[in-house]
């Protein structure tokens, strides 16, 4: 009862129930912890990752429906060095405590792949991420540079 | 791990833990520097003060002793130690350090401890820590001139290294650390004058932004041990109720990894392999709970507890200038009265509470998002039987606190959990654990009452709070003694120590004794005492016919500090030129006194609300503060931003309200925060003094509401009385 999926490009499986959710398999099974718990209900995003490029709330999403599919996570953003999202994040400090940070830069991320050059409702309908450091002044200008940068 | 059994595993012995521990490292460190060892670093380092330590080959390591929240700690804390020392910044380490005396505090009258809060960390140590660099610096400089056999005034520092300014010779601190340790340190060293800093008063970026965008940083929830299980926990849905039974525990036994159930008075804790097999098992958990004493309490008694205090004949006085009561009582018919009310509410880091802990009998090591240091390794203590000084904590990044993760009950659970099944244990809290089992921020009432004089002015002002007591919970040696009882200064704070010049002044405070588990919480008493102050200021303006900034300018006028960060705010947001339609706007002013009179703060808040449809929303807020030296202004204004959200978040949406005993919110439906498209545009004023620096994190949170309701008064008629502001307030009249 393998299910294998691609992790940050590596061809990886997981052997355990189909309802795991995604994200403790990533975090418990693979030792990839850039992906946070915070509500187990698929409303804060601290455990978002891309699956096939699409922003997914993971700590709801059962492994059994990514079979076969790509999932990519903050480690799999980090690994490229000139991802623009990350680097806006970095020159604007964006981080206070920084644990949905992750959930954030995977949203922004999959939000300028569908939506370059988004506006201020485009950002606050695409970033339902919560912050509890209410981080957004600097989330909102360091989305706006990554769109700039991209395009540039 | 095959065939343990769940009380037999064996420890893991303490050579191979201490390689965990250096390969996990201190939590903080990994990001920056994986080798550094846990805490008291490695035998080769020469340690100059309790704060640096520097390597044979001259890496200089900075001790951090403050947690790292997501305030800054990180950035500024070391910075001041690094300027002093003419530390080569980007090349400095940072680790946790811990149990010494220089990292120890005091809020108030309390044993001096290690701790993180109060938005003290950067008053109480900044001089602490420039005398720290200052004097380590003076040691390498006569070390170098000794070398050199030249005085000490041929020397120079500069980014890590000793500079003969004749010879042009230098020495990197390294090669001079072993010397310098064998000379005495200087008590008091020259320190910089503000023209020499190169760090302290500049927008520093943050040392730990890059480990907080790659998902390396490491959190308490992030902590890995060998042999490890996890655990979940579910806890009496009433305050002080009690396990009857596990009515399903064969049941729960079986489930896929689920080694151990461990009873709790209060609790059942399932520990598994992995943390969502504990979690599914607690889910099916059936398990009968005696509600104790408790069960019939409600939201509906706390506040008719509360209602009652308000309009009982007396109260402890807390204050008494001049003689308020006889001038109100003899003028009835002219009494201004307003009344107010705050709610419980519960602390909500994104991060839910965890510890991992791991037993063995000669000493315990947890890790954790602990904002408590001491209280903790005291509780550890007790529960393992295992000394204090054999009690060690590694502390990483905190997933926010907001003084949340100051009271260890999660660490204690899971000290237990490890203990049950001897071997180590990461305990989470699931979110609806982490609110329903907080410990909250008391509630309160409010009634004020004043009599004005012939401009309008207050003459004669009674204020009466009534509510839980923070400190008769959690603090009992803190409440003030009169002789006709006990006060919690907290409960009026914001009130009692006001700014305003009012000639008949009395404050008095009723407890309404409640079982409910409360702690501090960002800005702690002020957020409901300056709530109900300056709403009530609001209301004398507004039936003096006198502009809201004025009034206060008035009130302010012998004050030339507080007027400075009022008149500041102002003239940011044009205050004098009326707001255009479908704008409206509202002023407030706060002086936050530090615990036990560790600081003081100016702070002035606008409010700007644009009618947006049908309903006014909060679009711009002006904060200016005077809060001394401002060591880092890149996270100073973070805090700025980012609290003025936190408050928005408490203003608008926050509240725990109880029934049969319990909190009734549980998740982030039904205890939401501000989303981004929430957020007001946020306009920082630092106002600049030449005062050491004073408190910071907690400073903008208690204004904005009251800078809220005074808009919301301009634009509808209507001044919203009771916390949460919930949209019907914000809709727009006729």
Redesign the interface.
């Known amino acids: 009862m393998s299910i294998p999926f691609q992790l940050n490009g590596r061809p990886v499986s997981f052997d355990g129930?189909e309802d795991?959710?995604l994200l403790?398999v990533v975090r418990?099974h693979f030792?990839?912890?850039?992906?946070?718990?915070?509500?187990?209900?698929g409303?804060?995003g601290?455990c978002t990752m891309h699956v096939d490029g699409a922003a997914s709330r993971t700590c709801v999403l059962a492994v059994g429906n990514v079979r076969g599919r790509a999932i990519r996570?903050?480690?799999g953003?980090?690994a490229d060095a000139d991802n623009a999202v990350?680097k806006a994040?970095?020159d604007l400090?964006?981080?206070?405590?920084?644990?949905?940070?992750?959930g954030m830069?995977m949203t922004a991320t999959a939000m300028l792949a569908d939506t370059p050059a988004p506006t201020d409702q485009d950002?606050?309908?695409w970033?339902?991420?919560?912050?509890?450091?209410?981080?957004?002044?600097?989330?909102?200008q360091a989305i706006h540079a990554a769109a700039r940068s991209l395009k540039s | 791990m095959k065939g343990l059994t769940r009380s037999g595993a064996p420890s893991i012995g303490r050579r191979r833990f201490l390689e965990v521990a250096a390969a996990f490292g201190a939590l903080l460190a990994v990001p920056l520097d994986p080798t550094v060892a846990a805490e008291g670093g490695t035998d080769a380092d020469i340690e100059l003060t309790d704060w640096i330590f520097i390597d044979a080959q001259g890496g200089v390591t900075l001790g951090l002793c403050q947690p790292e929240v997501g305030q800054g700690s990180y950035t500024a804390l070391p910075a001041i130690l690094a300027d002093e020392l003419d530390a080569d910044w980007p090349a400095v380490k940072v680790r946790w350090v811990m149990g010494r005396d220089a990292y120890k505090l005091q809020f108030r009258n309390e044993k001096p401890s290690q701790k993180e809060g109060a938005s003290t960390s950067t008053t109480k140590f900044y001089a602490r820590l420039r005398v720290a660099g200052a004097a380590a610096r003076d040691v390498l400089v006569r070390a170098a001139a000794a070398r050199w056999q030249v005085p000490v005034s041929d020397c120079a520092t500069e980014s890590g290294m000793v500079r003969n300014i004749r010879t042009g010779a230098a020495l990197p601190y390294g090669a001079l650390a072993a010397e310098a340790a064998r000379l005495p340190l200087s008590p008091t060293p020259r320190l910089k004058t503000p023209a020499e800093f190169r760090l302290i008063g500049k927008a520093l970026p943050r040392r730990d932004t890059a480990a907080k965008t790659d998902g390396s940083a490491k959190y308490g929830l992030d902590a890995e041990v060998p042999g490890m299980l996890n655990a979940a926990i579910a806890l009496s849905p009433t305050i002080g109720g009690w396990l009857v039974r596990i009515n399903n525990e064969a049941e729960i036994r079986q489930q896929p990894g689920v080694r151990a159930i461990v009873r709790l008075d209060d609790g059942v804790i399932v520990v598994a392999d992995r943390f969502w097999q504990a979690l599914r098992a607690v889910q099916m958990l059936d398990a009968t709970f005696s509600p104790g004493e408790n069960g019939a309490l409600s939201t509906e008694l706390i506040d008719r507890l509360a209602d009652s205090g308000l309009d009982a004949e007396i109260g402890v006085t807390a204050l008494a200038r001049g003689d308020a009561p006889r001038i109100l009582g003899q003028n009835p018919d002219q009494v201004i009265e307003s009344r107010f009310s705050v709610p419980h509410l519960a602390h909500a880091a994104m991060e839910p509470m965890n510890a991992t802990v791991h037993v063995q009998p000669d000493r315990v090591d947890v890790w954790g998002s602990i904002q408590s240091t001491d209280a903790s390794v005291a509780v550890i203590s007790k529960i393992s039987g295992v000394p204090e000084d054999k009690v060690h904590l590694h502390i990483g990044f905190l997933g926010g606190s907001f003084g949340g993760k100051i009271a260890p009950d999660f660490v204690a659970q899971a000290v237990r959990a490890a203990m049950a099944v001897g071997r180590p244990v990461k305990l989470i809290r699931t979110r609806e654990m982490d609110i329903q089992h907080d410990h909250f921020r008391p509630n309160n009432k409010g009634r004020l009452r004043a009599v004005v004089d012939k401009d309008g002015y207050p003459i004669a002002v009674h204020a009466r709070v009534c509510g839980q007591s923070l400190f008769a919970t959690t603090r009992p040696n803190w409440l003030t003694r009169t002789p006709l009882g006990d006060y919690d200064e907290s409960m009026v704070d914001g009130i009692y120590n006001q700014s305003y010049k009012i000639p008949n002044f009395h404050v008095d405070v009723i407890q309404t004794p409640l079982p409910i588990p409360v702690y501090f919480m960002r800005s702690v008493g002020s957020s409901a005492g300056v709530l109900f102050w300056e709403s009530f200021i609001t209301d004398l303006a507004h039936k003096a016919g006198i502009d809201q900034y004025h009034y206060r300018r008035h009130l302010l006028r012998n004050n030339p500090a507080a007027l400075k960060v009022l008149d500041a705010v102002a003239a940011a947001a044009s205050w004098d030129t009326p707001p255009p339609p479908g704008r409206a706007r509202g002023i407030s002013f706060d002086t936050y006194h530090g615990r036990g009179g560790s600081f003081v703060t100016h702070v002035a808040e606008i409010v700007e609300l644009v009618r947006k449809g049908d309903s006014w929303r909060v679009a711009r807020v002006f904060c200016a503060i005077d809060a001394g030296l401002v060591v880092n202004h890149n996270t100073f204004v973070a805090q700025i931003q980012g609290g003025i959200g936190f408050s928005l978040t408490s203003a608008l949406k926050s509240e725990i309200t109880f029934n049969r005993g319990g909190a009734e919110q549980s998740n982030f439906t039904d205890y939401p925060l501000l989303s981004i498209g929430e957020m007001p545009d946020v306009v920082p004023i630092i106002v600049e003094s030449d005062r050491p620096p004073q408190g910071v994190g907690e400073i903008m949170v208690a204004p904005l509401a009251p800078a809220i309701s005074q808009a919301l008064l301009q634009a509808t008629g209507r001044r919203p009385d009771r916390m949460p502001f919930r949209p019907d307030v914000f809709k727009v009249t006729a």
């Open positions: 129930p795991t959710p403790w418990e030792g990839l912890t850039g992906s946070k718990f915070g509500c187990g209900i409303m804060c601290a996570t903050i480690e953003v980090a990350r994040w970095n400090d964006v981080p206070q405590c920084g644990y949905c940070q992750s830069i950002i606050d309908r970033m339902t991420n919560l912050c509890r450091c209410a981080t957004y002044v600097r989330i909102r």
